[in-house]
T-cell receptor, first 114, second 112 residues
Framework: DSGVTQTPKHLITATGQRVTLRCSPR?????VYWYQQSLDQGLQFLIQ???????AKGNILERFSAQQFPDLHSELNLSSLELGDSALYFC?????????????FGPGTRLTVL | GENVEQHPSTLSVQEGDSAVIKCTYS??????FPWYKQELGKGPQLIID?????GEKKDQRIAVTLNKTAKHFSLHITETQPEDSAVYFC???????????FGTGTRLLVSP
């Protein structure tokens, strides 16, 4: 158990809908990272937050947004969902800001768009 | 931006054999290279990492080597066991060291 929690574990929805994925980092970790893992694909970095502020952006679509709240939990919002958005979504957390600290991954949320 | 290539995509070995997974990166400024293991239904877990000021690092049956000149690094697993079966990802720090760029993964199967 990494100490990072993600909810829900599974999510099934229809095209055009909007969903929110939630992540709680390890106690004491200030940075949260979001990744997308599609079938047979590696981990694609989406976005990073550090202590409530956006720090880095990857290949995140405009239909996707995220935020980190004062209690340090983070939410990833996916809207106008398309079939191609079906994937595993992971969040990870680290103590500090630089990415060269060990990232602890949550168990992921499996999103299925029908 | 940073690009990380990983080979092979699948690797099958017999229990007790060694396994080697290789990665190359494009950004010469990268200075941190972790390896993650992902078991079925779980999130990736760090198994070993190496920084650019070190050429090799070992942890029991696992070792990582780094060649900064050639911009490649490798994971070596000796005396493989069935529980080593998983998907392994290499990664490297991207521009500005704000994010990790992952390889596409290697599915390792260790047969008893």
């Amino acid at each position: 158990d990494s100490g990072v929690t993600q909810t829900p574990k599974h999510l099934i929805t229809a095209t055009g809908q909007r969903v929110t994925l939630r992540c709680s980092p390890r106690s004491g970790d200030l940075s949260v990272y979001w990744y997308q893992q599609s079938l047979d694909q590696g981990l694609q970095f989406l976005i990073q937050y550090y202590n409530g502020e956006e720090r880095a952006k990857g290949n995140i679509l405009e239909r996707f947004s995220a935020q980190q709240f004062p209690d340090l939990h983070s939410e990833l919002n996916l809207s106008s969902l398309e079939l191609g958005d079906s994937a595993l979504y992971f969040c990870a957390s680290t103590v500090g800001d630089p990415s060269y600290n060990e990232q602890f991954f949550g168990p992921g949320t499996r999103l299925t768009v029908l | 931006g940073e690009n990380v290539e990983q080979h092979p995509s699948t690797l099958s070995v017999q229990e007790g054999d060694s396994a080697v997974i290789k990665c190359t990166y494009s950004d010469s400024a990268s200075n941190y290279f972790p390896w993650y293991k992902q078991e079925l239904g779980k999130g990736p877990q760090l198994i070993i990492d190496i920084r650019s000021n070190v050429g090799e690092k070992k942890d029991q049956r696992i070792a990582v080597t780094l060649n900064k000149t050639a911009k490649h690094f490798s994971l070596h697993i000796t005396e493989t066991q069935p529980e080593d079966s998983a998907v392994y990802f290499c990664a490297a720090t991207g521009t500005g060291f704000q994010k990790l760029v992952f390889g596409t993964g290697t599915r390792l199967l260790v047969s008893p």
